[in-house]
């Protein structure tokens, strides 16, 4: 079947850095990409990796290993506001979209 | 403020109800997605639509029932729901399935969602 891996739960400092891994198993791939859920918000898009490498944003930064299936989320000078839950999701055709259960991320002063 | 904006934001239903949850995007996409989200589950694909036409129909029980009046425009009817029907109802829209040299970026924006609880 097809499948995302993510952790449930990273907990960090705030101020520090931490990085939120994913690997999937999927029958198609064109690009891992990376969505942002606070509580009680929509899902908001943060990156799309299509190839191999590392794309940065600002404190946000994604990685991707198509060899390894794998890719993460870097979160650097970690602020409270970026306590949320991020999601992993594979293109694996047209339109579809295959997801992570999502990592809730915990910043703790 | 993602552009896309969902109503009721609650909605509480006895299982014999009809009710109906609408979605409005305001930012000239021409593909909307229901999608339903449960605690610690992967998101999970309900229905596509593409220039208001069906393309995806994620083998959703018939309780469930879209429409897509016009490209702007999203409803899902729901009638004689279940308890384990109780979620959170996302809606979403993006540029078509734009296929640019690297493949759908998978760009999605979600309204905030309906909690639907099902008593």
């Known amino acids: 079947g097809q499948s995302l891996e993510q952790p449930s739960e990273v907990t960090a400092v705030e101020g520090a850095i931490v990085q939120i891994n994913c690997t999937y198993q999927?029958?198609?791939?064109?690009?891992l990409s990376w969505y942002q859920q606070h509580d009680g918000g929509a899902p908001t898009f943060l990156s799309y990796?299509?190839l191999d490498g590392l794309e940065e944003t600002g404190r946000f930064s994604s990685f991707l290993s198509r060899s390894d299936s794998y890719g993460y989320l870097l979160l650097q000078e970690l602020q409270m506001k970026d306590s949320a839950s991020y999601f992993c999701?594979?293109?694996?055709?047209?339109?579809?979209?295959?997801w992570g259960a999502g990592t809730k991320l915990i910043i703790k002063p | 403020e993602t552009g896309v904006t969902q109503t009721p934001r609650h909605l509480v239903m006895g299982m014999t109800n009809k009710k109906s949850l609408k979605c409005e995007q305001h930012l000239g996409h021409n593909a909307m997605y229901w999608y339903k989200q449960s605690a610690k589950k992967p998101l999970e694909l309900m229905f596509v639509?593409?220039?208001?036409?069906?393309?995806e129909n994620n083998s959703v029980p018939s309780r469930f029932s879209p429409e897509c009046p016009n490209s702007s425009h999203l409803f899902l009817h729901l009638h004689t729901l279940q308890p384990e029907d109780s979620a959170l109802y996302l809606c979403?829209?993006?540029?078509?399935?734009?296929?640019?040299?690297?493949?759908?970026?998978?760009?999605?924006?979600f309204g905030e969602g309906s909690r639907l609880t099902v008593l």
């Open positions: 999701a594979v293109s694996d055709s047209n339109y579809q979209l295959i």
């Open positions: 639509y593409s220039l208001e036409e069906r393309v």
């Open positions: 990796n299509a």
């Open positions: 999927t029958s198609g791939f064109y690009g």
């Open positions: 979403a829209s993006s540029q078509d399935f734009l296929r640019g040299l690297f493949g759908w970026a998978g760009e999605l924006f």
